[in-house]
């Protein structure tokens, strides 16, 4: 079903939609993980809307150094890509270390550079029509900084980005609390976690209906 427009309501396509998440932290399974969280909650709120997909952590593959699709040598990334480009929404979850984005989401959007030079037959980024967001936690300053770099890589890997994009939790800076600590989940959080993914899906299901042009 296209999208049809009868005064101001507007329906989208009930075409089913996809999403991985690739959660940034550090700690290999099955260590506890704040980033598994918050990357797991975004997708549940995904699930409210009809969406499928997935949790990955990331270092629990042997995801290489690189700016290409396939580093060869057992690199892991091809079978990441592979779930990324059949994916409809990526999330990128990560927690924030010395203000910075992880080593392993930087590793992750190095990666995704190699997105720049791969293209359709009409001459489309294939991430283009692809929805991004992310989510990061922490226990120092750094949340807003943290998701502009990863949104600003995103967006210039072809993905598309929704109003909201973000959605963040931090604790006392320099203190010992994780978000995995926390007995529940703050209101604004996790208002803000509902939010981006209502608006990822929104975009996305416009994106289905309405392909960008060839370039």
Known sequence: MGVSVSGNQRCMTDAPLRALVLVCTLKPTPAESSSQLIGQQVLDQLKEHGVTGEVVRVVDHDVR??????????????????????????????????????????????????????????????????VAVVAVVGNEDG???????????????????????????????M???????LDETPEKTASTTATTAAHAVHLARLLKDAPYPPD
């Open 143 to 173: 949340a807003h900084h943290t998701v502009a770099e990863v949104l600003q890589a995103l967006n210039d890997t072809g993905f598309t980005i929704p109003a909201n994009a973000g959605t963040y939790w931090v604790g006392e800076a």
């Open 175 to 181: 203190g010992s609390t994780d978000y995995n600590d």
């Open 65 to 130: 150094f690189g700016v290409s699709t396939d580093e060869g040598d057992g690199d892991a990334w091809p079978d990441l890509r592979e779930k990324m480009l059949d994916a409809d929404i990526l999330v990128i979850a990560t927690p924030i270390w010395m203000g910075q984005p992880a080593s392993v989401c930087k590793l992750v959007l190095e990666r995704l550079d190699a997105e720049i030079s791969e293209r359709d037959d009409e001459g489309r980024m294939l991430t283009e029509g692809k």
